[in-house]
């Protein structure tokens, strides 16, 4: 393994824990937004800007650098089928979401990836023009069922990201 590959993933152990450790994802906060409580912004912002390390195509933490970087250096068939699921998994989940049968014709309309590039391009962390009418008009037609499964597609990542952090930690553990 480079220098450059066990820096990543020591990043990515560091960025995991910050995002695992979500004050949203903790103290119940998730349980009462699945039970229909709106979430607290200012958690969301939070979880978001940490979730950000692993979405972003030029961040050494990407989850598809930091699946390539294990794969390349498991010496474990164990890992790489694991690493490969996982990866597998969120594949699906970005392509097709997960499955909620009040969702479906929003997912049809406007796919998971879609709609996070849709909610952090808009709303989040950019003002696009295009994309903030786009999502008008989505919150328009389902009302906030367009957010709820939003920040349900980003929690079902962010398990995804946990898991390949166990494997994240077991090589690092390894390699010291």
């Not at 393994?1 to 066990?6: A, C, I, L, V």
């Not at 390539?68 to 694991?82: G, R």
């Not at 097709?96 to 998971?112: C, N, R």
Request: aromatic share 14%.
């Amino acid at each position: 393994m480079t220098d450059e590959e066990k820096y990543n993933l020591e990043l990515y152990r560091d960025k995991a824990h910050e995002l695992i450790s979500s004050k949203f994802l903790k103290d119940e906060n998730f349980i009462k937004f699945l039970n229909g409580e709106k979430p607290n912004e200012e958690q969301i912002i939070f979880l978001l800007n940490k979730y950000r390390f692993f979405y972003l195509q030029k961040e050494p933490t990407n989850f598809y650098k930091i699946c390539d970087i294990l794969c390349k250096n498991a010496k474990n068939e164990k890992h790489i089928e694991s690493i490969q699921n996982i990866r597998e998994t969120y594949k699906k989940i970005l392509k097709g979401g997960i499955g909620f049968v009040f969702s479906d014709k929003l997912k049809a309309e406007q796919p998971p990836e879609d709609n996070i590039d849709l909610w952090f391009n808009a709303f989040y962390f950019h003002s696009d023009r295009e994309k903030k009418k786009r999502l008008e008009q989505l919150q328009n037609k389902y009302g906030y069922i367009q957010k709820f499964v939003f920040i349900r597609e980003i929690w079902s990542l962010v398990l995804l990201i946990q898991q390949l952090n166990k494997i994240v930690n077991e090589v690092i553990n390894k390699s010291d």
